[in-house]
């Protein structure tokens, strides 16, 4: 399984931004997918999950601002960012759960600075 994410970048203070990831593989139909980030300094953070089923659950940081959603058809997940802080800044992952396992994308950069 793995997992490629894109759309990070530079966006000023309550921009937005919709990051992308794409799963190829052997991959279970059940699954969850989900996001992670991890600013520099700290550790490793949940953002954002969704279930196969759409079900979905959010960090208190994000609820409000942030939306995930994916495409079952596609295996992807997506990540629309909006009213983004500078505090949202980070490296954020993909994940793909199922069967016991987690696999992680590599990483795109989300900057917020004016």
């Known amino acids: 399984v793995q997992l490629q994410a894109s759309g990070g970048g530079l966006v000023q203070p309550g921009g937005f931004l919709r990051l992308s990831c794409a799963a190829s593989?052997?991959?279970?139909?059940?699954?969850?997918m989900g996001w992670y980030r991890q600013a520099p300094g700290k550790q490793r953070e949940f953002v954002a999950t969704?279930?196969?089923?759409?079900?979905?659950m959010y960090a208190d940081s994000v609820k409000g601002r942030f939306t995930i959603s994916r495409d079952n058809a596609k295996n992807m997940v997506y990540l629309q960012m909006d009213s983004l802080k500078p505090e949202d800044a980070a490296v954020y992952y993909c994940?793909?759960?199922?069967?016991?396992?987690?696999?992680w994308g590599q990483g795109t950069l989300v900057t917020v600075s004016s």
């Open positions: 593989g052997s991959i279970a139909r059940i699954n969850v």
């Open positions: 994940t793909l759960s199922f069967g016991g396992n987690t696999y």
């Open positions: 969704i279930l196969s089923s759409s079900t979905t």
